[in-house]
Nanobody
Framework: HVQLVESGGGSAQPGGSLRLSCVAAGDTYLVNGVGWFRQGPGKEREGVAVIYTGTYDPGRTSYADSVKGRFTISQDAAKNTVFLQMDSLTLEDTAQYYC???????????????????????WGQGTQVTVSS
């Protein structure tokens, strides 16, 4: 089993920045990728970013079109931690953000990994991000 704990959520103004952290513990060898998902008020949960953490192509990333150029996912492998740096925040980024992990396949289509929702076996409890002026 893998436990995921998110932190770093909070409030920011439009144009501001926040950084989320996700620490993994337990049987981390069971996963080769970690992603961030979010669910805004009245919206469905959507994928935001993924980073592959396994031995094959480590550091490979995928982003949703809505956050490309603004969000950056990265990892500190030694600390089993994945970060989501969020810059140029907009009101539409307001959501509960979830860290998720699993054994993911590799896709040529960058957005395809987010559709493989069933592969994300482990989820954190979520952290709230609120962007308001």
């Amino acid at each position: 089993h893998v436990q995921l704990v998110e932190s770093g959520g909070g409030s920011a103004q439009p144009g501001g920045s926040l950084r989320l952290s996700c620490v993994a513990a337990g049987d981390t060898y069971l996963v080769n990728g970690v992603g961030w998902f979010r669910q805004g008020p009245g919206k469905e949960r959507e994928g935001v970013a993924v980073i592959y953490t396994g031995t094959y192509d480590p550091g490979r990333t995928s982003y949703a079109d809505s956050v490309k150029g603004r969000f950056t996912i990265s990892q500190d492998a030694a600390k089993n931690t994945v970060f989501l740096q969020m810059d140029s925040l907009t009101l539409e980024d307001t959501a509960q953000y979830y860290c998720a992990a699993g054994w993911l396949r590799y896709y040529s289509d960058e957005g395809a990994v987010f559709k493989e929702r069933s592969a994300f076996n482990y989820w954190g409890q979520g952290t709230q991000v609120t962007v308001s002026s």
